[in-house]
């Protein structure tokens, strides 16, 4: 079956979230939702989860899953915000608590701090099947970008997360901890060997060389065709090899600390201090 999509674009951080709606019932599913974050003034705000809940409140929809592809490192998640205004489970793929305890020591997270998923509502494994309305959902961990990521089947729309960009842009970086070229190579693979047909939704897009607008939407089979890192005859150790010298050359993203620090807890503000305030830390000199 054909699940109804409609995407949404922060452009302050390139980043895609999705309403999926199961266009035989009013069941819905929201997929990595973004939280506005202005980090100069340390301030959140809620314009782009406002409009997706706004849009699920106008169409009367039921959302039953705030869905997270992995823990991102260039957004702030907005499932939490969005589960106290319109309900649902908060999941992602039963791989996050290897990502929360390679941040631990970073963070220098303490006891109270669960590494163990449990901020989650779903930790999803491998293969587990559940259901949005009449819709089958199937998950796919496709490690490699983050040992915790994983894509979601809906009917005929894979959401791939950070695992595949547009073909003339390629693939996500793999030098965050516990990040492996060859990894995300064998998961794109297994990506590729659903039908050509099947239509991928991004999480971002970054606008190659000589296209002017950006997009969201692409196929399988134009992956498999034309992707410039990783179409049909580019072998294992080339992927590697090209993954890996250009990583080399990328920057830290410009949230990564605060949005990897706030991910790992589903979206959930850090407790209040004595003094009521809420607070992110910024380790220096670690990266």
């Given at each position: 079956m054909r699940p109804d999509?409609?995407?949404?674009?922060?452009?302050?951080?390139?980043?895609?979230?999705?309403?999926?709606?199961?266009?035989?019932?009013?069941?819905?599913?929201?997929?990595?939702?973004?939280l506005n974050f202005d980090p100069a003034a340390a301030r959140i705000s809620h314009e782009g989860a406002?409009?997706?809940?706004?849009?699920?409140?106008?169409?009367?929809?039921?959302?039953?899953?705030?869905?997270?592809?992995?823990v991102h490192a260039d957004h702030l998640t907005a499932s939490a915000y969005l589960q106290a205004r319109l309900g649902g489970h908060i999941?992602?793929?039963?791989?996050?608590?290897?990502?929360?305890?390679?941040?631990a020591h970073l963070f220098?997270?303490?006891?109270?701090?669960?590494?163990?998923?449990?901020?989650?509502?779903?930790?999803?494994?491998?293969?587990?099947?559940?259901?949005?309305?009449?819709?089958?959902?199937?998950?796919?961990?496709?490690?490699?970008?983050?040992?915790?990521?994983?894509?979601?089947?809906?009917?005929?729309?894979?959401?791939?997360?950070?695992?595949?960009?547009?073909?003339?842009?390629?693939?996500?970086r793999c030098d965050f901890p516990g990040g492996d070229a060859a990894t995300l190579y064998d998961s794109i693979h297994r990506l590729y060997a659903l039908p050509g047909q099947t239509r991928i939704f991004?999480?971002?897009?970054?606008?190659?060389?000589?296209?002017?607008?950006?997009?969201?939407?692409?196929?399988?089979?134009?992956q498999r065709q034309h992707n410039v890192h990783i179409h049909q005859g580019v072998d294992k150790a080339a992927f590697v090899g090209m993954r890996e010298a250009r990583d080399q050359t990328l920057a830290v993203p410009r949230l990564l600390l605060p949005a990897v620090q706030f991910n790992l807890n589903?979206?959930?503000?850090?407790?209040?201090?004595?003094?009521?305030?809420?607070?992110?830390?910024?380790?220096l000199d670690q990266l």
């Open positions: 999509v409609t995407p949404f674009f922060d452009e302050a951080t390139n980043s895609y979230s999705y309403l999926v709606r199961d266009p035989a019932s009013h069941a819905a599913a929201i997929i990595d939702p973004v406002d409009a997706i809940a706004e849009m699920v409140e106008a169409k009367g929809l039921e959302v039953q899953y705030l869905l997270e592809t992995h999941g992602i793929g039963d791989q996050v608590p290897v990502v929360q305890r390679q941040f220098n997270l303490g006891p109270d701090v669960p590494l163990d998923g449990s901020q989650f509502d779903c930790l999803f494994h491998d293969g587990e099947r559940f259901a949005l309305g009449s819709l089958e959902v199937k998950v796919l961990h496709s490690p490699g970008h983050t040992p915790a990521c994983a894509c979601y089947l809906i009917g005929d729309a894979l959401f791939v997360g950070d695992t595949l960009f547009m073909p003339d842009y390629g693939t996500a991004l999480c971002h897009d970054y606008k190659a060389p000589g296209r002017d607008h950006f997009d969201c939407r692409t196929s399988i089979e134009d589903a979206g959930h503000l850090p407790a209040a201090e004595a003094n009521g305030v809420h607070y992110l830390k910024l380790p």
